[in-house]
């Protein structure tokens, strides 16, 4: 199992432009979450997801959305981004939400200029 | 809003001294969960304490939970340099239906002098 892949590592995009990262899980878990990462701030949510077709906003949702078409798939989406998003983003899933780990993805570096 | 509260945000020792953190939550939790994140890496589930109380060892790393569950720690004994990194705990509440929400705290950045 690959368990959760997301794609791309690193991205710099400039400001106003648009993109969406990747993310799929291989583990048939059925929720899945966004987090994004600044440094010494911890992991804020951004958005998640408790099965296919349902997505619900998390702490930081402004800017960003997200759909969940699949069990497997759960991307990303910036649209008109600012330097503020500037981030490392991580995908996770679970098998149940908060009981039991999050597997979480190797992350994407997103600098925006 | 529920905050989970994690002490110190940065810790350096010499190899072989200990480390311990503190994790310590607004209100009472279901479970509270412990993440290792290496230096350019992604977090990792180390491991979940449900019951008041509890303690559990994995080698040389212990986990607490206290009895009103409210907090936590996480103990090293003799650290090596393969213990760097930031270390999360993550508490966990009851949201309705068969679903918890969980709090990432914002981690303490262990370093080791060799």
């Known amino acids: 199992n690959a368990g959760v892949t997301q794609t791309p590592k690193f991205r710099i995009l400039k400001i106003g432009q648009s993109m969406t990262l990747q993310c799929t899980q291989d583990m048939n878990h059925n929720y899945m979450y966004w987090y994004r990462q600044d440094p010494g701030m911890g992991l804020k949510l951004i958005y998640y997801?408790?099965?296919?077709?349902?997505?619900d906003k998390g702490e930081v949702p402004n800017g960003y959305n997200v759909s969940r078409s699949t069990t497997e798939d759960f991307p990303l989406r910036l649209e008109l981004a600012a330097p503020s998003q500037t981030s490392v983003y991580f995908c996770a899933s679970s098998a149940t939400t908060g009981l039991g780990g999050y597997t979480f993805g190797s992350g994407t570096r997103l600098t925006v200029v | 809003g529920q905050q989970v509260m994690q002490i110190p945000q940065y810790q350096h020792v010499q190899e072989g001294e200990d480390f311990t953190t503190y994790c310590n939550s607004s209100t009472t939790l279901s479970n509270i969960q412990w993440y290792k994140q290496r230096p350019g890496g992604h977090p990792v589930f180390l491991i979940q304490l449900v019951k008041s109380g509890e303690v559990k060892k994995q080698k040389r790393l212990t986990f607490q939970f206290g009895e009103a569950k409210k907090n936590s720690s996480l103990h090293i004994t003799a650290t090596q340099t393969t213990d760097v990194g930031t270390y999360f705990c993550a508490g966990s509440i009851y949201s309705g239906g068969s679903n918890y929400k969980l709090t990432f705290g914002k981690g303490t950045l262990l370093t080791v002098n060799p």
């Open positions: 997801s408790v099965g296919a077709g349902i997505t």
